[in-house]
């Protein structure tokens, strides 16, 4: 009933609509498969500052909407009919939080699709940015294990093990004598 009055509605009553059931309630209709078209009908169907404001909803929190299948629905109309400034805001957000993205497959999905909306943004920034973040996130990812490593190997030495030297559990071994 909602799409079909955003649909068919006059401007004052697709106002009325998105901001009295769109924009309050959409946490709950953006992660709902009827709710999510909703939403999208009435980013399709609204005004520049409702646009805007649905925009703004999305890029709240875009990492946990990219993991939503439903809302990914949305990036697809905010990536087609969306202003120049409203993509502009997704490619950034998306390429800031690369390295979170592209550890689910629809994240992943935004990230590539970021690049093909280069035609709104600095294709050498964007590139920058993304490996950036990506490099970031795989540090934070290689620390993690390392440390890891680390206690794990400390606990696994015997006591006293300290006093007679390092632990050969990371160690490089010496090279082969020929």
Same mark, same amino acid.
């Given at each position: 009933?909602?799409?079909?009055?955003?649909?068919?509605?006059?401007?004052?009553?697709?106002?009325?609509?998105?901001?009295?059931?769109? *924009?309050?309630?959409? /946490?709950? #209709?953006?992660?709902?498969? @009827? =709710?999510?078209?909703? %939403?999208? $009908? !009435? &980013?399709?169907?609204?005004?520049?500052?409702?646009?805007?404001?649905?925009?703004?909803?999305?890029?709240?929190?875009?990492?946990?909407?990219?993991?939503?299948?439903?809302?990914?629905?949305?990036?697809?109309?905010?990536?087609?009919?969306?202003?120049?400034?409203?993509?502009?805001?997704?490619?950034?957000?998306? *390429?800031?939080?690369? /390295?979170? #993205?592209?550890?689910?497959? @629809? =994240?992943?999905?935004? %990230?590539? $699709? !970021? &690049?093909?909306?280069?035609?709104?943004?600095?294709?050498?920034?964007?590139?920058?940015?993304?490996?950036?973040?990506?490099?970031?996130?795989?540090?934070?990812?290689?620390?993690?294990?390392?440390?890891?490593?680390?206690?794990?190997?400390?606990?696994?030495?015997?006591?006293?093990?300290?006093?007679?030297?390092?632990?050969?559990?990371?160690?490089?071994?010496?090279?082969?004598?020929?």
């Amino acid at each position: 009933m909602c799409r079909s009055a955003l649909q068919a509605g006059t401007p004052q009553q697709r106002e009325h609509i998105v901001d009295s059931v769109v *924009l309050p309630h959409f /946490d709950e #209709l953006i992660r709902d498969m @009827s =709710g999510s078209h909703v %939403v999208q $009908t !009435a &980013f399709r169907f609204s005004g520049p500052a409702h646009q805007d404001a649905i925009v703004t909803n999305i890029l709240s929190d875009v990492v946990e909407f990219s993991r939503n299948p439903y809302a990914n629905y949305l990036y697809k109309d905010m990536r087609s009919i969306g202003t120049a400034m409203q993509k502009e805001a997704l490619i950034t957000a998306t *390429l800031q939080n690369a /390295d979170r #993205l592209m550890q689910h497959e @629809s =994240g992943q999905f935004q %990230v590539r $699709t !970021a &690049f093909t909306m280069m035609d709104y943004w600095n294709p050498r920034r964007a590139h920058q940015n993304v490996i950036g973040n990506l490099i970031h996130g795989w540090m934070g990812a290689v620390e993690g294990v390392f440390d890891i490593l680390v206690k794990a190997s400390d606990e696994s030495r015997p006591p006293g093990a300290a006093e007679r030297g390092p632990s050969t559990f990371l160690a490089v071994p010496p090279p082969a004598e020929t």
